[in-house]
């Protein structure tokens, strides 16, 4: 059997002086070489790793068939976004996870397949029968567009509502375009429009427009889609100090506004060390980021040790390439500044003890503290939802059931809130692993579940 293919990679020290892709796509040659290691499993368990089970083995079969475009078809009646999921998604813990040939050997490259496919074909545009019937979506994010994309089909007049200036969510604030690119993701947008779906910007839910005038308007079901995009902060003293971002204010600056360029109207701060506070995929979002608008040094600060960091291996490994330093076993306890300005870091020194409820090995101190010499810090410990919904809500006499931390309550199979044609998924609604396509699937649970809710089933 060949090898594992892998794709051919930007040199470190290059990528770190821009902003264009790290990995190229794979060739056509390598494309068919590594569909030719798929076994076509009898029973495939990388379709049951797959959030929205696209059949993988039919889709590597047409490659290796050198049908590209029945390849996309296959892929494109479970995911809309292929080239969006084929680079974002944590392949390694769910679909290649489960492959067979890992046990021994690697898996095979189903994420870079699937980008593969994705960028060389097209969303068909079948025909639509019009039914007559409206619903938003709040949010232009995975779930918002993936159900977008079902509902239209079925007939449905949508239009998503986008707070922000450009349509994307997390996929464009969020995520950089080395790992991203943004044509990549315009192209899934234009696919939509091309079928009829309305993009409305600029639109903040629960203040420019509220769930009652969307029901007034005529809206059949809505989908609240919106995100998590309140951030998690530190709770330390010095956490008000200038120098002192969010990963989502640090990421939404470059990524969405431009911050890396000298003419931007909303610069970064940059300066001579940078300290990242998480280790999951934004943290190394925000380190590699970091890298690339000047800071001479960029740490990445974590409280277990490399064997627990959540981020995905090949995220890890580009970030080392790339200069970022891994200050591991430790846990920020105070910020210190000078005139406003941060200046220093003190760290507890953390040492591993008993599993916690994650089957991670909990951290615990030793009682021993350091200073890490720093001039900015991007805390990257997540985010919660926005309480703008929610609260815009409680001023119109509708109670929308939310847990303690804020995330919208909902029907784990359809999506349904405790409001009547009210429908919520993604990262506002508690679910497990925040992922592209972990929301997509939400998006396409509650697409289904709104189609049964207005057809009256």
Same mark, same amino acid.
């Given at each position: 059997?060949?090898?594992?293919?892998?794709?051919?990679?930007?040199? /470190?020290?290059?990528?770190?002086?821009? %902003?264009?892709?790290?990995?190229?796509?794979? =060739?056509?040659?390598?494309?068919?070489?590594?569909?030719?290691?798929?076994?076509?499993?009898?029973?495939?368990?990388?379709?049951?790793?797959?959030?929205?089970?696209?059949?993988?083995?039919?889709?590597?079969?047409?490659?290796?068939?050198?049908?590209? *475009?029945?390849?996309?078809?296959?892929?494109?009646?479970?995911?809309?976004?292929?080239?969006?999921?084929?680079?974002?998604?944590?392949?390694?813990?769910?679909?290649?996870?489960?492959?067979?040939?890992?046990?021994?050997?690697?898996?095979?490259?189903?994420?870079?397949?699937?980008?593969?496919?994705?960028?060389?074909?097209?969303?068909?545009?079948?025909?639509?029968?019009?039914?007559?019937?409206?619903?938003?979506?709040?949010?232009?994010?995975?779930?918002?567009?993936?159900?977008?994309?079902?509902?239209?089909?079925?007939?449905?007049?949508? =239009?998503?509502?986008?707070?922000?200036?450009?349509?994307?969510?997390?996929?464009?604030?969020?995520?950089?375009?080395? +790992?991203?690119?943004?044509?990549?993701?315009? *192209?899934?947008?234009?696919?939509?429009?091309?079928?009829?779906?309305? %993009? *409305?910007?600029?639109?903040?839910?629960?203040?420019?427009?509220?769930? *009652?005038?969307?029901?007034?308007?005529?809206?059949?079901?809505?989908?609240?889609?919106?995100?998590?995009?309140?951030?998690?902060?530190?709770?330390?003293?010095?956490?008000?100090?200038?120098?002192?971002?969010?990963?989502?204010?640090?990421?939404?600056?470059?990524?969405?506004?431009?911050?890396?360029?000298?003419? =931007?109207?909303?610069?970064?701060?940059?300066?001579?060390? /940078?300290?990242?506070?998480?280790?999951?995929?934004?943290?190394?979002?925000?380190?590699?980021?970091?890298?690339?608008?000047?800071?001479?040094?960029?740490?990445?600060?974590?409280?277990?040790?490399?064997?627990?960091?959540?981020?995905?291996?090949?995220?890890?490994?580009?970030?080392?390439?790339?200069?970022?330093?891994?200050?591991?076993? +430790?846990?920020?306890?105070?910020?210190?500044?000078?005139?406003?300005?941060?200046?220093?870091?003190?760290?507890?020194?953390?040492?591993?003890?008993?599993?916690?409820?994650?089957?991670?090995?909990?951290?615990?101190?030793?009682?021993?503290?350091?200073?890490?010499?720093?001039? =900015?810090?991007?805390?990257?410990?997540?985010?919660?939802?926005?309480?703008?919904?929610?609260? !815009?809500?409680?001023?119109?006499?509708?109670?929308?059931?939310?847990?303690?931390?804020?995330?919208?309550?909902?029907?784990?199979?359809?999506?349904?809130?405790?409001?009547?044609?009210? %429908?919520?998924?993604?990262?506002?609604?508690?679910?497990?692993?925040?992922?592209?396509?972990?929301?997509?699937?939400?998006?396409?649970?509650?697409?289904?579940?709104?189609?049964?809710?207005? !057809?009256?089933?």
């Amino acid at each position: 059997m060949a090898e594992r293919q892998h794709q051919f990679e930007q040199d /470190a020290q290059e990528r770190r002086k821009n %902003f264009n892709p790290v990995e190229e796509n794979f =060739t056509p040659e390598q494309a068919k070489l590594e569909a030719g290691r798929c076994l076509n499993c009898k029973n495939p368990r990388c379709v049951e790793g797959c959030p929205v089970n696209i059949n993988i083995p039919a889709f590597i079969k047409q490659i290796k068939e050198d049908n590209i *475009k029945a390849a996309g078809d296959i892929i494109r009646q479970s995911s809309l976004l292929p080239s969006v999921c084929g680079r974002v998604c944590p392949q390694e813990r769910q679909c290649e996870g489960k492959c067979v040939l890992g046990i021994k050997g690697e898996p095979v490259s189903i994420g870079a397949l699937e980008r593969f496919v994705g960028d060389l074909t097209e969303m068909e545009n079948t025909e639509i029968k019009e039914n007559g019937k409206k619903v938003a979506i709040i949010g232009s994010g995975c779930t918002g567009i993936t159900a977008a994309a079902d509902l239209r089909r079925l007939g449905y007049k949508i =239009t998503v509502f986008e707070a922000l200036h450009k349509l994307g969510g997390v996929l464009r604030y969020g995520i950089p375009p080395f +790992r991203l690119p943004r044509t990549v993701l315009d *192209k899934e947008i234009d696919n939509l429009k091309s079928i009829g779906v309305d %993009f *409305k910007t600029n639109v903040v839910a629960g203040k420019s427009i509220t769930i *009652k005038q969307l029901k007034e308007e005529g809206y059949g079901a809505i989908l609240i889609g919106s995100g998590a995009g309140l951030p998690k902060m530190l709770g330390i003293e010095g956490e008000n100090l200038n120098g002192v971002y969010s990963a989502n204010e640090f990421l939404t600056r470059v990524n969405l506004m431009g911050a890396n360029r000298e003419e =931007t109207a909303t610069p970064i701060r940059t300066g001579r060390k /940078a300290a990242i506070i998480g280790g999951g995929n934004v943290a190394m979002d925000a380190a590699r980021v970091a890298v690339r608008v000047g800071f001479d040094e960029v740490y990445i600060v974590y409280r277990r040790t490399e064997a627990e960091l959540p981020a995905r291996k090949a995220e890890i490994r580009h970030a080392k390439e790339e200069g970022v330093v891994f200050n591991l076993l +430790r846990n920020p306890v105070k910020i210190e500044g000078e005139n406003g300005e941060v200046k220093s870091m003190v760290l507890d020194v953390m040492e591993l003890g008993e599993p916690d409820e994650s089957g991670r090995r909990r951290p615990v101190s030793t009682g021993k503290t350091e200073n890490m010499d720093v001039d =900015t810090v991007v805390v990257a410990l997540g985010t919660a939802p926005n309480p703008i919904i929610q609260r !815009s809500l409680e001023t119109e006499d509708m109670d929308l059931t939310t847990d303690k931390k804020g995330y919208i309550v909902i029907d784990a199979q359809t999506g349904k809130t405790s409001i009547d044609g009210v %429908f919520a998924g993604g990262d506002v609604a508690p679910s497990g692993e925040s992922t592209a396509i972990n929301a997509m699937g939400a998006g396409k649970r509650a697409a289904k579940a709104i189609h049964e809710y207005l !057809s009256g089933k």
